[in-house]
């Protein structure tokens, strides 16, 4: 079983900064891609950002040049560095991670940017 804890989130101006945290337990979290979601209210949640185990990164058009996912696999937590941020980067924020066929998804966190 893999569990995922996501933090980090608040309240933010525009054009500041946050920094979400996601830690993750269950198993080898070295082995596996992780990735960044995102769902604003009455919309469809989309992929925000995603890094390989190998540390390859890929972002949405949306975020490229102003938001950046790393991992620490010594523990076992992947983050989502968020700068320049935007009202339209309103929405709560989940990690997300794939084992087995399976996808696993933290509770969420919710990032407000406001004006």
């Known amino acids: 079983q893999v569990q995922l804890v996501e933090s980090g989130g608040g309240l933010v101006q525009a054009e500041g900064s946050l920094r979400l945290s996601c830690a993750a337990s269950?198993?080898?979290?070295?082995?596996?891609?992780m990735g960044w979601y995102r769902q604003a209210p009455g919309k469809q949640r989309e992929l925000v950002a995603t890094?390989?185990?190998?540390?390859?990164?890929n972002y949405a058009d949306s975020v490229k040049g102003r938001f950046t996912i790393s991992r620490d696999n010594a523990k076992n937590t992947v983050y989502l560095q968020m700068s320049s941020l935007k009202l339209e980067d309103t929405a709560v924020y989940y990690c997300?991670?794939?084992?087995?066929?399976?996808?696993?998804w933290g509770q969420g966190t919710q990032v407000t940017v406001s004006s």
């Open positions: 269950g198993s080898p979290f070295s082995m596996y891609a």
């Open positions: 890094i390989s185990s190998f540390g390859d990164t």
């Open positions: 997300k991670t794939t084992r087995g066929g399976k996808n696993y």
